[in-house]
């Protein structure tokens, strides 16, 4: 009889599959070891049984597992293998160690603990050395960790404020500095874009913030520093000395422009600016050519803090604590980065300009009071003025106050076919008798022209040109002020005295024929004769004169006292935007009066009006 296999479940041929998926169902249970039990004696003995497989051996490390283990093979970990991964560990971290001190020297070697730009033609280098240059000027200097930062060193004991020149290579030097750092940063040299207004650069340490960390001398050098230039509005009547400001904004009146408009923009602007900032507002007419502010004006509101220490003072950045603004930085102040940060992308034409002349009309508001007497005349004009466009009761309809403002002299116009010339006087007469027609030409009783109202209406003409007020356009108009006359030569001759016997000898006079010339201003108070042309150049660092300053002043009160009317008095206004005066007196009359009523007009071509020139 066959040896039989006794199985407890039939299988089918899908149970017999196996794999990693289904294992097949048998039944395998360990038994009592029976260490007598050596298997059947042949294949074909009827013993034959898989109990022999399947019973427990007896308990043994060495034994192998019954179920081979799939995968890779657990490793062991032996003391040599061990020893050699150390020295590899080792040996990786001393080449890094090796690599990094050797990096490390060499960026020493390229960059010192202080180094500083120097000017050398176009191009500027810098330099390492170990002490502050005596000269302001952008420094690189490392702080403890080793990192690089830059500032401006100024000199305690340096002239405040520095000259024009200087605060324009300090901004320049600024440039490549900042540049120079940021790829020592980066440890490799890339392209720098052009940033926004208000960007802060992560390198750059204030003046303050490097002195408390002892990187500039500081309070040591303190002992000798000056508190140079003419500050206006601060405050020095306090018994008690208040503390420094926080944030400040310096204007600095000095330039080499010979003009009054540019600086008034200029100093609007950064009066408007400086309140949006949050800094507080001081102004320097140490070196104003010109003379004294308050010659002009009346002071400035004056802050509850004093100013800060000169040094301290910086042309750029944009984000110093305490900065200083004038002609010499106005690209910098008032270039590019302001105007794409400031105008209103969402408007067309003028009035994305808008946010631009806020600030202006800020400064205006707060800084264009003319002194005591200035003030008391100006206010007697206008109200003379407006007398002249009254109609006696019943009429309810008056008169108005039609500006004209005349540049000539050195200002040519933008439109082209006049650029090396000036705007016809027959356009601004035109223009102005057009708007007087447009006005009154259907306001009568009966809708036809009010003769009477155009009748009480006054044309009020202001020019830095003598000829232009008597010119056939214009001789019937008003002057806008008539307290300060720029005379031409024609009529100083006709006022000179004749006849007598003894003659005094009287240079040859020089009038203003033909208006502003920066020529002529510069030459005022000379001892010399000066050239009818007056084109020779001008040596604008020489300190004026006594009399210079008064000739001068003379001059620069007549400017405003006509701008100072126009700007009140005048209900409409014509003028050419080539003019800083006429920009000016945009703002003066107001945004909705001057541009969303059309009462500022421009006679120059199609231009806008725009504010700060740089």
Not at 226 to 242: A, P, R, W
Not at 423 to 431: A, Q, S, T
């Amino acid at each position: 009889m066959p040896p039989r296999l006794e199985l407890k479940k039939p299988y089918t041929h899908e149970n017999m599959i196996l794999s990693s998926r289904k294992s097949p169902r048998l039944s395998l249970r360990p038994g009592k070891y029976d260490g007598s039990d050596r298997g059947p004696t042949s294949s074909t003995s009827s013993r034959f049984s898989f109990q022999h497989l399947i019973v427990s051996p007896p308990p043994s490390p060495g034994l192998p597992a019954l179920i081979p283990r799939h995968g890779k093979p657990t490793p062991t970990h032996t003391p040599r293998r061990c020893l050699r991964a150390a020295c590899w560990l080792v040996g990786v971290l001393a080449i890094l160690y090796l690599g990094l001190r050797f990096t490390r020297i060499q960026l020493d070697d390229v960059r010192r603990p202080v180094g500083w730009a120097t000017h050398s033609g176009e191009e500027y280098e810098m330099v390492g050395e170990s002490e502050l240059p005596d000269f302001p000027t952008p420094v690189v200097v490392t702080d403890k960790r080793g990192r690089a930062k830059w500032t401006v060193s100024i000199p305690p004991d340096h002239e405040f404020p520095l000259e024009p020149k200087q605060y324009a290579e300090i901004c320049q030097q600024n440039m490549e500095v900042a540049n120079h750092v940021t790829d020592l940063h980066a440890h490799v040299h890339k392209q720098h874009f052009h940033h926004d207004y208000y960007y802060i650069d992560p390198n750059f340490m204030d003046v303050a913030e490097a002195e408390f960390y002892g990187l500039l001398p500081g309070p040591k050098a303190k002992t000798t520093m000056k508190e140079g230039g003419s500050l206006v509005g601060e405050n020095t009547d306090g018994l008690i000395e208040s503390k420094i400001c926080e944030k400040t904004l310096t204007f600095v009146m000095e330039t080499s422009d010979a003009g009054l408009g540019k600086t008034l923009m200029m100093m609007w602007t950064a009066y408007g600016l400086a309140q949006k900032e949050g800094r507080m507002f001081f102004v320097d007419d140490s070196r104003w050519a010109y003379g004294k502010f308050t010659n002009y004006f009346r002071s400035p509101p004056v802050p509850s803090c004093r100013p800060p220490p000169r040094h301290e003072m910086l042309p750029c950045p944009h984000h110093a604590r305490h900065l200083v603004v004038s002609a010499a930085t106005a690209a910098y102040s008032f270039g590019g980065s302001f105007n794409e940060h400031f105008e209103d992308p969402r408007k067309m034409e003028v009035y994305r300009q808008k946010p631009i002349y806020a600030l202006a009309r800020a400064g205006f508001e707060a800084l264009f009071k003319l002194n005591e007497g200035d003030q008391k005349y100006v206010e007697d004009r206008i109200s003379a003025l407006v007398d002249k466009t009254l109609r006696p009761p019943p009429e309810t309809e008056n008169g108005i106050i039609i500006g004209v403002h005349v540049r000539h002299g050195d200002r040519h116009p933008l439109e082209f076919q006049y650029k090396d010339a000036y705007v016809p006087l027959d356009r601004y007469g035109d223009k102005a008798r057009g708007i007087l027609y447009d006005t009154f030409n259907s306001s009568g009783p009966d809708g036809d022209e009010n003769l009477m109202a155009e009748m009480h209406s006054v044309f009020v003409v202001a020019s830095d040109d003598p000829d232009v007020y008597d010119s056939e356009e214009f001789s019937h108009a008003l002057r806008a002020q008539e307290l300060i006359r720029l005379a031409s030569k024609k009529s100083i001759n006709s006022a000179k005295p004749t006849g007598g016997a003894i003659r005094k000898f009287v240079d040859e006079n020089v009038g203003w024929e033909g208006g502003f010339f920066a020529g002529m201003f510069w030459s005022l108070g000379k001892p010399t004769s000066v050239p009818a042309t007056a084109v020779e150049t001008p040596n604008t660092n020489l300190p004026p004169t006594n009399e210079a300053l008064r000739l001068r002043e003379l001059v620069g009160r007549a400017y405003l006292m006509d701008l100072a009317v126009l700007g009140k008095a005048s209900d409409r206004l014509v003028c050419t935007v080539s003019s800083m005066g006429c920009k000016l007196l945009a703002v003066m009359m107001g945004w909705e009066a001057a541009i969303e009523q059309g009462k500022w007009v421009n006679i120059d071509g199609d231009f806008e009006w725009r504010g700060v020139d740089w």
